[in-house]
């Protein structure tokens, strides 16, 4: 079974940076597709990035596009979210979710989750 664990969320103000971490286990995380999706107040969930399993290919939201990095290190089963000139806007639960094929920029198809991790923007 794919366990998910978000980490390296916090409060950081307008203009800051912050990484996040998707730490897997259960599972060969190579061959997962992993897309990182946020949930802000009041919000429906929406993608933010995603990347391929073997990192080759990555993908963003027009709204974080020049702004956040995926990455992934197969070997310490790990997915990472940099986050660089954060914004009020950018507030939100930040969840972690993996598919095992091609990536999918559609939220509903990733089977596995983490459980978030908050990111509160001040202005």
Same mark, same amino acid.
């Given at each position: 079974?794919? =366990? %998910?664990?978000?980490?390296?969320?916090? %409060?950081v103000? /307008?203009? #800051?940076?912050?990484? %996040?971490?998707?730490?897997?286990?259960?599972?060969? &995380?190579?061959?997962?597709?992993? $897309?990182? *999706?946020? =949930?802000?107040?009041?919000?429906?969930?929406?993608?933010?990035?995603? *990347? /391929?399993?073997?990192g080759?290919?990555?993908?963003?939201?027009?709204s974080?596009?020049? @702004? &956040?990095? +995926?990455? @992934?290190?197969?070997?310490?089963?790990?997915?990472?979210? =940099?986050?660089?000139s %954060?914004?009020?806007?950018?507030?939100?639960?930040?969840?972690?979710? /993996? @598919?095992? #094929?091609?990536? $999918?920029?559609? +939220?509903?198809?990733?089977?596995?989750? #983490?459980?978030?991790?908050?990111?509160?923007?001040?202005?």
């Amino acid at each position: 079974q794919v =366990q %998910l664990v978000e980490s390296g969320g916090g %409060l950081v103000q /307008a203009g #800051g940076s912050l990484r %996040l971490s998707c730490a897997a286990s259960g599972v060969t &995380f190579s061959s997962y597709a992993v $897309s990182w *999706i946020r =949930q802000a107040p009041g919000k429906e969930r929406e993608y933010v990035a995603r *990347i /391929a399993s073997s990192g080759m290919n990555t993908y963003y939201a027009n709204s974080v596009k020049g @702004r &956040f990095t +995926i990455s @992934r290190e197969n070997a310490k089963n790990t997915v990472y979210l =940099q986050m660089n000139s %954060l914004k009020p806007e950018d507030t939100a639960v930040y969840y972690c979710a /993996a @598919r095992q #094929g091609l990536s $999918s920029p559609s +939220i509903g198809d990733y089977t596995y989750w #983490g459980q978030g991790t908050q990111v509160t923007v001040s202005s």
